[in-house]
């Protein structure tokens, strides 16, 4: 007994990991359908011990789909989510085409996994941005115990949250070509990523703010609480796979690093590391491939009563995306909200 799955964009860095998952996690399926453009029509995407050809997006039909992963893009998001979920589909969609839609529920599942019943009114429902991702984890079981009123958070994101592209120009840049005072010629980001850092992701919004930061700001009060003061710095940083984030919190009642290290020890997706020492954290190269969020570094901020600072680490490609779509998949058939088919 299983459901049938269709992954769009399954060529990508996404929906390439969006398959992984699946496997790895034994995900009760009956029949998987790898979907992508015309152009990728024929190509082998692998699958546990097996090999699929993507089939094109324009002409499947979708009737009799029980989950459709969507990892695409906003513009293909756009135009096809609400196609698929008016045949019945549940729709996971990665982009942020839907994330600040009322009628779609953004999802965490270790941080909101009540909110998912209402994916009924449009049969979609939304994975937040990858940074928005790894930091409500971390949030969540904190703001229950100590209520949060302000985050100051700055952002070390990693090329692929940029695409296959970024992590090409990266390579290009770094591969033994590359000498101080070199010209380079960036394509996919601004400037030089190659040993630099590059405080602009997505576009200036006119406030000064990046698209990138004011989502992390929309997601965690859509997810977590409306009333939590947010801002962000987001960076782009020379690292292949893995986001990084330092964070400031401030709370409404006291809390310490120790009861705070506790609290987070033993609440679902983390993984504490943190030992007062050389090596004693967690960097983005140890997180790539992992499924947990990471924190470390967890001490008092002393510049505010009831204040903690940390360090959050996550693989982006996982948390930040394949992984929390298959999740909020599971949170579904576990809560019952779609029918098991039999075989």
């Known amino acids: 007994m299983g459901y049938k799955v269709a992954i769009v964009g399954a060529t990508g860095n996404v929906g390439r990991e969006m398959l992984n998952v699946l496997a790895e996690r034994k995900f009760p399926i009956d029949e998987l359908y790898a979907l992508a453009s015309r152009r990728s029509i024929g190509t082998e995407v692998s699958f546990g011990d097996s090999v699929i050809k993507c089939r094109d997006l324009e002409t499947f039909d979708f009737s009799g789909v029980d989950f459709c992963l969507m990892s695409a893009g906003s513009t293909v998001s756009k135009e096809w989510s609400p196609r698929i979920g008016a045949q019945g589909a549940i729709v996971i969609d990665n982009s942020s085409c839907w994330r600040y839609d009322q009628d779609v529920p953004l999802i965490v599942p270790e941080v909101n996994a009540d909110a998912i019943r209402g994916f009924t009114k449009k049969?979609?429902?939304a994975n937040p941005n990858c940074s928005t991702a790894q930091l409500v984890v971390a949030l969540k079981p904190l703001h229950d115990a100590a209520k949060?009123?302000?985050v100051i958070v700055s952002t070390y994101q990693s090329v692929s949250g940029a695409g296959k592209d970024a992590m090409d120009e990266l390579w290009q840049q770094t591969k033994g070509k590359y000498v101080p005072?070199?010209?380079?010629?960036?394509?996919k980001f601004p400037?030089?990523?190659?040993?630099n850092c590059i405080p602009h992701i997505d576009v200036f919004m006119e406030d000064g703010y990046t698209k990138e930061e004011w989502k992390m700001l929309a997601e965690t009060k859509k997810i977590l609480d409306p009333k939590i003061k947010l801002t962000a710095t987001c960076v782009?940083?020379?690292?292949?796979?893995g986001h990084s984030e330092a964070v400031n919190i401030e709370f409404e009642k006291p809390i310490s690093p120790e009861e705070a290290r506790d609290i987070l020890r033993a609440s679902p997706g983390?993984?504490?590391?943190d030992k007062r020492e050389p090596g004693g954290y967690i960097t983005p190269v140890e997180a790539a491939g992992e499924y947990a969020t990471f924190v470390s570094r967890i001490r008092e901020d002393a510049t505010v009563e009831n204040g903690l600072s940390m360090w959050i680490v996550s693989d982006n490609l996982l948390k930040g995306a394949a992984l929390n779509a298959v999740q909020i998949a599971e949170a579904i058939v576990n809560?019952?909200?779609?029918?098991?088919k039999a075989a």
Do not use: H
């Open 270 to 273: 983390i993984m504490v590391i």
């Open 181 to 187: 005072g070199q010209e380079v010629d960036p394509k």
């Open 123 to 125: 049969n979609i429902i």
């Open 191 to 195: 400037k030089q990523i190659a040993f």
């Open 335 to 340: 809560q019952r909200l779609l029918p098991q």
């Open 236 to 241: 782009r940083v020379p690292v292949f796979v």
């Open 148 to 150: 949060i009123k302000r």
